[in-house]
């Protein structure tokens, strides 16, 4: 069935690039997220990318699509302490908004 | 303009209650999605609407239920509820058509906790 995965951690030191990795199976995906949780949030949508598109930038975020071997990554460029939270994956399929999400990596940013 | 608004944001129930969770999309956006969180399963697809129907089930049980208004406001309910169904539970607000089909915006939750 449908699978998004994804690291569970990762921990940067502030100032530095941060990657963060995600793999999908479903390869009718039209569009993959990436979300951001902070303790006691709900979600916030960070950036999302069209499965016909390879990059997309956006300020300080970058994220990459490889369609053929269905891997995903975001980068934060010049990471910050408010950067720390949790983020998420998320791979949507057809016309409707179901979205299969992978358990989340943790980003811890140190001084 | 306003987010995604979900109501309440904390309530505690028992066992055998039922509860009904409230969304109001942002203006204009026509999809509800409903989505559950919890530290065991993580996230995971329960229903979305569209001009009031359901057009997506994910797979939970029938006391898991949903609907959606004229205005596009939507409510879950969950009946006879049982320890498992405390979690985050998520609403997604989206246009569902057009060129920003692919934004999905998220509400702050209502967190349930069964006793």
């Known amino acids: 069935g449908e699978d998004v995965e994804q690291s569970l951690f ?3 030191r502030e100032g530095d690039s ?4 995600c793999t999908y199976t479903d390869s009718s995906s039209t569009y993959l997220y990436w979300y951001k949780q902070e303790p006691g949030a709900g979600l916030q949508l960070l950036t999302y990318i069209f499965s016909n598109m390879d990059m997309k930038q956006d300020q300080r975020l970058t994220v ?7 891997h995903l990554s975001l980068r934060i460029a010049d990471t910050q302490t408010g950067d720390s939270a949790i983020y998420f994956c998320a791979s949507r399929a057809g016309g409707y908004n179901k979205l299969i999400f992978g358990a989340g990596t943790r980003l811890a940013v140190h001084p | 303009k306003a987010g ?5 944001r ?9 509860v009904t969770l409230s969304c109001s999309p942002i203006s204009g956006h026509r999809s509800v999605s409903w989505y559950q969180q919890t530290p ?3 996230l995971q697809f329960l229903f979305e609407y569209f001009s009031e129907t359901q057009r997506n089930k994910g797979n939970f049980p029938g006391r898991f239920s ?23 539970y998520l609403c997604a607000s989206s246009t569902g058509t057009g060129g920003f089909a692919g934004e999905l915006f998220f509400g702050e939750g209502s967190r349930l906790t069964v006793l």
């Open chain 2, 10 to 18: 904390y309530l505690i129930k028992t066992r055998g209650q039922q």
């Open chain 1, 10 to 12: 990762l921990s940067v």
């Open chain 1, 64 to 70: 990459l699509l490889n369609k053929k071997d269905k």
């Open chain 2, 4 to 8: 995604v608004t979900q109501t309440p």
């Open chain 2, 66 to 88: 949903g609907r959606q208004f004229s205005n596009s406001r939507s409510e879950m309910n969950v009946s006879t509820l049982e320890l498992g169904d405390s979690a985050l």
């Open chain 2, 40 to 42: 065991g399963q993580g």
């Open chain 1, 18 to 21: 941060s990657v963060i990795n």
